[in-house]
């Protein structure tokens, strides 16, 4: 297979592209491959900024450690029962320490600063660790059965100490060794014997059978739907409420790996499970002018301009996928507000290679982002989304070749608005709901039965009833006692949408889908919608999962003439 990396043009953009063919037995070494790992082109750069990096970590664990002297609800219950001194006065004896600390290596902060900010510039916005495994997938024959896909997204909310203590969440070294457990254990599942024929088995053979499925396209775009009984609808519903990760998952989309120890962890955990991994997503240091011109950029810009160039976290954004990338592209969002325009929001999009039929291509297409998180931000969100539109069907243009098979086109990701507020009704309306479809929406303020919301109130995140996986799977089961500790609707100002129609939460979690014309007509479905419950006390959102069954349409079969009598 023949990899390189190509840096875009543009400044806040950058992809790779591979070679055109994959083949499931090739076992090349990584050194071997034309992508490298690292996100620096050469090895000096890499253990300068290795250096860097360790000179200015003192000063980060410093003020990180100040700030996370703030406690959760459940760090101020345990200080109450066990503490001798009151926290007030330990905090403060800590604080004065650590302050003593920040202050004793701001000398070498403030040298190695400017350095690790040039850095930046030479610098791909994306690292990739790829792990060859003894097996890989199968290649396709088409037509053939129906394949399923699993898809998982999720807000992990693993942000250093200091930052996580602001949505009531402690502890990320642990909590990210909780995330990776629960991911790992799920990797490694066995196919049972009913799931084998529909992933062990890629197209191969004609079977246009098909069993009950879900979804229809046309749900959330706006068009006519049949009016289903409500009771019915809950019954035949795809969605299910589980207790771990579903099983084998093919592509994992996790939002908000900002902290580089716990995305240490992670890689760790899941890379014997994912031989490709896409992490570190995003750009550093000021991103709107070339290395040698970011010093005439602080003179010339405006304060919130220079802030708005300046992005000391990445992302957050870490993809895993088990079948082989064939070209990945990132894209910084050019707004932002508040606390968000130093994180490097934006989209992250891959291209995957599933197999090949007949020398084409079977190809699947994977965007994730997340959207800015002020509640007053409707129309950054919009402008976001528009960009979004813009740069996938650009990716596409750029990657696509003559004859390829799309099985699957997935944009998902931590949107920060719902469809039941009045607060979020620009967003609602947006056209993005007309080119993929959401499987949980009917149309704007107005989802589906069985939809959930997936953002847990912070200040209740610890109460027993929501406070393990088994425990918070019951309480969403039940109707009543899951509109206690699901956010509710809210207004344009952030208060209580009282007059808000839908009570089953805020969906701020998204798995949106859409189908493609091409040389084999394929037959795109919802199969299972998940709400998983695995990471309780681990962040503040619910993870979602998709599965899809993708199914080529058999041509019709012409029958033989009839016997002459």
């Known amino acids: 297979m023949s990899i390189w990396a190509q840096r875009d043009s543009g400044p806040n953009a950058s992809r790779l592209q591979a070679g055109h063919t994959w083949k499931s037995s090739s076992r090349q070494s990584k050194d071997s491959m034309g992508l490298r790992e690292s996100p620096f082109s050469s090895r000096f750069l890499r253990n300068v900024d290795a250096l860097v990096r360790r000179i200015l970590k003192a000063s980060y664990w410093s003020l990180n450690s100040l700030l996370a002297l703030k406690q959760t609800t459940a760090e101020r219950q345990e200080s109450r029962r066990q503490r001798c001194l009151p926290y007030a006065l330990w905090a403060s004896l800590k604080g004065l320490v650590l302050l003593l600390l920040l202050l004793a290596s701001l000398p070498s902060t403030l040298l190695s600063l400017p350095v690790w900010l040039l850095l930046q510039a030479a610098r791909r916005p994306f690292a990739y660790q790829h792990m060859p495994r003894q097996t890989s997938p199968e290649e396709g024959i088409l037509p053939g059965k129906a394949k399923a896909f699993r898809f998982v997204s999720s807000n992990v909310c693993l942000l250093p100490d200091g930052l996580a203590k602001y949505s009531n969440l402690g502890q990320t070294q642990e909590r990210a060794r909780q995330v990776a457990q629960g991911l790992v254990q799920a990797a490694s599942h066995t ?106 950029c602080l003179k010339l810009c405006t304060y919130w301009k220079r802030l708005n160039c300046l992005k000391l976290l990445n992302s957050g954004l870490f993809l895993a996928s088990r079948y082989p990338v064939l070209a990945v592209q990132y894209h910084c ?39 800015d998180a002020n509640i007053d931000s409707e129309q950054i969100r919009c ?101 206690k500790y699901l956010e509710g609707p809210i207004l344009a100002d952030g208060q209580p949408d009282l007059s808000a129609i839908c009570r089953e939460g805020r969906r701020l979690d998204y798995i949106l889908y859409r189908e493609h014309l091409g040389p084999v007509e394929l037959e795109v479905a919802v199969e299972k919608f998940s709400f998983i419950t695995r990471l309780a006390r681990c962040s503040d959102h619910l993870p979602v999962g998709l599965q899809l069954s993708v199914t080529p349409v058999a041509p019709p079969r012409v029958p033989p003439p009839s016997a002459a009598v």
């Not at 196919?191 to 197209?203: C, I, M």
């Not at 120890?261 to 991103?287: K, M, Q, T, W």
């Not at 069985?450 to 039940?478: C, H, Q």
Request: charged share 20%; proline share 5%; net charge negative.
């Open 191 to 296: 196919a049972l014997p009913q799931e084998a024929g529909s992933r062990g088995n890629f197209w191969n053979g004609l079977d246009s059978s098909k069993g009950k499925q879900y979804g229809a396209p046309e749900s959330s775009s706006g068009r006519t739907d049949v009016d289903v009984p409500l009771e019915e609808e809950k019954a035949t519903s795809p969605r299910e409420i589980v207790a771990s990760f579903p099983p084998r998952v093919d592509f994992l989309c996790l939002q908000e790996v900002f902290d580089p120890d716990a995305a240490a962890c992670l890689l760790r955990s899941l890379g014997p499970y994912y031989e490709h991994i896409v992490y570190d997503v995003g750009f550093y240091g000021f991103i709107c002018c070339s290395a040698w011109k970011w010093l005439s």
């Open 383 to 483: 402008d976001q989304l528009n960009q979004c539109l813009h740069w996938t069907q650009q990716f596409q243009e750029t990657n696509a070749q003559h004859g390829d098979i799309v099985a699957f086109d997935v944009f998902c990701g931590d949107f920060n608005f719902d469809n039941c507020s009045s607060g979020n009704k620009m967003e609602q309306v947006h056209e993005i709901f007309s080119v993929y479809t959401d499987p949980c929406r009917t149309g704007p303020q107005r989802d589906k039965p069985w939809a959930l919301g997936t953002l847990i109130n912070t200040l209740k995140i610890y109460d027993e009833a929501v406070a393990t996986p088994e425990n918070l799977k019951r309480t969403l089961e039940d109707e009543q006692e899951r509109q």
């Open 333 to 371: 969002y050019p707004n932002g507000r508040r606390i968000d325009i130093l994180a490097a929001k934006g989209l992250l999009c891959i291209q995957v290679q599933l197999g090949v039929s007949q020398g084409q291509r079977i190809v699947g297409y994977m965007y994730c982002t997340h959207l």
